[in-house]
């Protein structure tokens, strides 16, 4: 019996390698792409960040020790910390909130996610020239202030950019952590609620121990879509306000523009490293809080 | 065993894809790769190109009216200007013999001047001047020949009345062939073909009224140049030629060759070739060779690689000889010339050795060096690329993106005309050469303008050299521009100007908020950088401050407040090197801040000083500080492929050749250049007499709104030795460059023009650069 598993057991193993085999060769074009496009200059920009730009010179750590020592890496680098902290607690509770609830809308369900699509929808170009309209010195917000007596305000070059920045990057992104939810939502076995409720549960109860453990598992992938998704939060501030908007939406990827602009690929490189390794070591804590569930 | 067998064929299919995409692509490279290199060993190789020289012209020619090779090889030309005569030569240009005293032949008084003449393919000439002429009519218009053998007469053609007040006036003339001449009259759509001997009207062109700038003729052809493009009429049949689409395309591709900007040269030449049906035209872009109702036109020689594309050369005419070489009469820096342009088999049709030349903006200075430089140079072929063509929304910030792109890939710029770019930046990491080399052997050889030169010297490496300055200069009563110290004194002495004066227009003379902020920057900009590099902001709210209160003193017309609030613009024109001399000698204006960049600015100022007692000029008032621009900063890339090439380009535009001429980038540095800027040669012949003084005369007429009709005239005076000595002193004494660079010019000029313009206050502009332009020091 016990070499009659043991013989099972081993070829179980030979067919799961089998299998991992095959399914490597499923991501093989892909994963050439990656590594040809993203892991060589990647490489690449790791080797620069060790050297001088034209001489090529080895410079050691002294490219690591000039941006840490740079007001503007540490102002970007802080504003994008700050952006992240901020929105992506808001947008995933925001998200959850509105799944929820448009689970619940039979009627209006549909329609109301379109709804919620709709600003990933519109363009960039649109976007901004929105933003241009409504949050200009004498845009419409100011005017609708004004009306009502307030003194306008300069959205954009004041503290409040970062409460625009981070109201667009919501607006725009909500619709898709919604229908993420959704998903999520909608692989939760309805017998599960219905027990719960036999058993006395109300509706807050059924959220807390039965919606959010079951979503768990899509968690880690929204929160790490979300968290790539703030990056490109860079398009609009840069669109709207230009290499240098109000320092408080002043993002890591301004800098960058900048650097390589005045051809400072040596802090680039190395500002490019640390950003990957602050990311890198983000997604792994995700991944390995999401295992531990 | 059926999923499994499933599986396996998915994964074999899978494998064949990639394999066959990655195969693929390996194939097609290779057969690109075959195909590059056959092209390159084809083109390589091409022999053959059309070699410019310029035939010396007869002593004090001052125009050049047309040229034409007779059958019998003699080279003829008609030269015009107050007298005017037809020479000849029958050595390509060697010698010159006088063939005729046009005004003598035609028995014509003294003060009469030909207006215009054209030679025929027989040697004749058709001329035609004005007699009898007031200040509100041109005169009697009369037409005259002179024939191959000298013999002149008057010639009465038979044309329509006109309804013009002034008389008739004639817009062009044009043979179409012997004893046939085309005329435009102005005012007038048809075009009239004329006996050229007896004046008879054989014929009205035009018939649909096609509107005309101007027109050229050849290969049988009449192009009619306007705004909207070229028409073709075939002379034969009187009709429009629907055959010629392509010399029409090629002809309307470049927008400047269908607008006359000059009454003395066109934007496009033509003649006829020497078989039927040729026509060779040629623009700033090149010569050309085209064959009637065919579908290519060929450019047989690039306008790059000679004189054509020099922005100071105008074309006048062209002519084709028996040997197929083409001659072309044009004006360079309004003296004429006469270029020949031969084809030599032994040099290589396009030049082995490229340089590549990059400008953030477009450079005049710089293009006319290139080709300057490649006339002297076959060898070379010298590439100009814009990052800013002002075509497109690209901004400055892109444009070095993309050429830094290009540096870091290796395929970078030789030359950098480094205005506008980061220029500590570019010496800090390397990018720029040293040129110390070029540096002293120029200043050992002839002398450069060292304070200005020398600005880019680091620990005994120059990595850039400012060919070119201007200077900003403050025009005004000597008495109280003299009190004036700095900016801050500027603004409280027009305060007190205005409550000493309610009535005056203007107290500063201002274009718009754009080009106030632009003028002051140029001369303020230095200040606005602390010692410890971070931003002045006392200094900068000073600054925003001080031109609020110099814009708004101004009483601006109704009319005129929109177009002074403008805070951006694209002119081609630099206002900053512009003198209201109406308005400082009228007084209608206190003051004046501009660039000093050439010669003939320095004269105007002069001029107005001379013409207005107690107005003077001094250097922009500071501080301490004597405050220049530096402008056209050439350095060499350290990861130039082409050093060689590259180091006598960067020689060659400080050289005295190509420093001499100005066309308002600046003073040259050069010192021999800067002397015969200054009027050297002039006030070198000592005394000089009042017409010999005048280097321009301007005016203007107006009626005000009381309907009395005012008139302004203004003669620009070389000025005297001791004024050149004093501004030559003041050019010595400068010791600070502006800023250059492109990024805070741009930062400070947005908010500045808000500021001037009300839209926010002076502490909202200030508060703003200084938290982006901080952010862009740190970096």
Known sequence: MRGIAAAKGRRTRRHLAGRQWEGLIFVLPSLTGVIAFILVPFLDVIRRSFTEVMSGKFAGLKNYRTIFSNSAFLQAAGNTVRFTVVCIPLLLMGSLAAAVLLQRQKRLGSFLKSMYLMPMAIPVASVVLLWKLLFAQGGMLNGVLSFFGAAPVDWMNSDCAFGVLVFSYIWKNLGYDVILWLAGLSGIPESIYEAARVDGAGEWRCFVSITIPNLLPSLYTIAVLSFLNSFKVFREAYLVAGDYPHKSIYMMQHLFNNWFRELSVDKMSAGAVVNAAVILMLVLLLQRAWEKE | ?779
């Open chain 2, 1 to 779: 065993m059926r999923r499994n067998r499933k599986g396996r064929l998915a994964a074999v299919l899978a494998a064949a894809v990639l394999a066959a995409g990655i195969g693929g692509c390996g194939n097609t490279d290779n057969t690109q790769g075959t195909q590059a290199q056959s092209i390159s060993a084809e083109g390589g190789n091409a022999m053959g190109r059309y070699m410019e020289s310029e035939i010396a012209l007869p002593a004090d020619t001052m125009r050049i009216c047309d040229i034409q090779k007779l059958a019998d090889g003699t080279l003829r030309i008609f030269a015009g200007g107050y007298r005017s005569m037809i020479w000849d030569s029958k050595d390509d240009g060697a010698t010159w013999e006088q063939k005729t005293i046009v005004g003598e032949a035609l028995d014509l008084d003294k003060d009469i001047t030909i207006y215009d003449a054209r030679i025929s393919p027989d040697g004749s000439v058709f001329a035609f001047w004005y007699e009898g002429g007031s200040d509100n009519e041109i005169g009697t218009l009369c037409f005259g020949k002179i024939l191959p053998d000298g013999t002149a007469k008057r010639v009465t053609p038979k044309l329509p009345e006109t309804e013009s007040s002034y008389g008739t006036m004639v817009g062009q003339i044009g043979y179409i062939e012997t004893g046939k001449i085309l005329m435009r009259i102005i005012g007038m759509d048809q075009f009239y073909l004329l006996d050229d001997e007896s004046g008879e009207l054989l014929d009205t062109l035009n018939e649909e009224g096609a509107y005309c700038d101007y027109f050229q003729t050849g290969g049988g052809k009449i192009f009619i140049f306007e705004s909207k493009g070229v028409t073709i009429l075939d002379y034969a049949s009187g009709g429009q030629s629907e055959a010629d689409d392509a010399v029409k395309e090629t002809l309307e591709a470049d927008s400047e060759n269908l607008s006359l900007t000059s009454t003395s040269s066109f934007p496009v030449v033509m003649c006829s070739g020497n078989d039927d049906g040729i026509l060779y035209f040629a623009d700033d872009e090149g010569l050309y060779r085209y064959s009637a109702g065919g579908s290519v036109v060929e450019q047989i020689a690039d306008g790059k690689l000679n004189s054509l594309a020099k922005p100071s050369v105008s074309l006048c005419g062209m002519s084709v000889s028996d040997d197929g070489s083409i001659l072309m009469s044009v004006t360079d820096e309004e003296s004429p010339k006469l270029l020949r342009f031969v084809y030599d088999e032994s040099v290589p049709s396009v030049p082995d050795t490229e340089v590549k030349v990059y400008t953030l903006e477009d450079n005049v200075a710089v293009q006319q060096a290139i080709s300057m430089f490649q006339t002297q140079n076959p060898k070379y072929y010298v590439s100009l690329e814009t990052g800013m063509s002002g075509e497109d929304p690209v901004t400055a910030s892109d444009a070095l993106r993309t050429l830094n792109t290009e540096i870091m890939a290796g395929n970078g710029p030789d030359v950098l005309i480094l205005d506008g770019m980061p220029m500590e930046s570019y010496m800090e990491k390397g990018v720029l050469k040293d040129i110390s080399s070029i540096y002293n052997e120029i200043l050992q050889s002839g002398g450069l303008q060292e304070n200005v030169a020398g600005i880019y010297q680091r620990d005994g490496a120059v990595y850039g050299i400012p060919s070119r300055f201007k200077v900003p200069v403050l025009i005004g009563d000597a008495e109280t521009i003299g009190q004036i110290e700095d900016l801050e004194s500027l603004g409280s002495t027009a305060e007190q100007l205005r409550a000493q004066d309610g009535d005056v227009e203007s107290i500063l003379h201002v274009m718009d908020a754009y080009w106030l902020q632009n003028i002051f920057y140029g001369a303020y900009s230095p200040l606005m950088l602390a010692k410890d590099g971070t931003v002045d902001s006392q200094m900068l709210t000073g600054y925003m401050t001080e031109l609020k209160t110099l814009f708004d003193l101004n009483h601006y017309k109704e009319e005129e407040v929109e177009y002074r609030m403008m805070t951006n613009r694209s002119d081609s024109y630099d206002f900053s090197l512009y003198v209201s001399t109406q308005g400082l000698v009228e007084k209608t204006e206190k003051l004046q801040l501009m660039d000093l960049g050439s010669g003939e600015g320095l004269a105007t100022v002069t001029s107005v000083c001379g013409l207005t007692p107690g107005v003077d000029y001094r250097l922009a008032p500071v501080g301490e500080k004597k405050v220049f621009i530096p402008s056209t900063i050439v350095g060499v890339s350290a990861k130039s492929s082409q050093t060689e090439g590259a180091e006598e380009f960067v020689k060659f535009m400080l050289s005295e050749t190509a420093q001499s001429v100005n066309q308002e980038s600046g003073f040259p540095v050069n010192k021999k250049a800067l002397d015969t800027e200054l009027f050297a040669e002039k006030l070198a012949k000592g005394e000089l007499s009042e017409d010999e003084r005048i280097i321009m005369t301007s005016g203007s007429t107006w009626m005000s709104e009381d309907g009395i009709l005012h008139e302004f005239n203004f003669d620009t005076l070389v000025p005297g030795q001791e004024e050149v000595d004093r501004f030559k002193k003041l050019i010595d004494s400068l010791d600070t460059p502006s800023l250059t660079d492109a990024v805070m010019g741009e930062l400070v000029a947005e908010q500045a023009g808000k500021c001037i313009t009300g839209e926010i206050t002076a502490e909202e502009a200030v508060s703003v650069v200084c938290q982006k332009m901080n952010l862009y020091l740190a970096e």
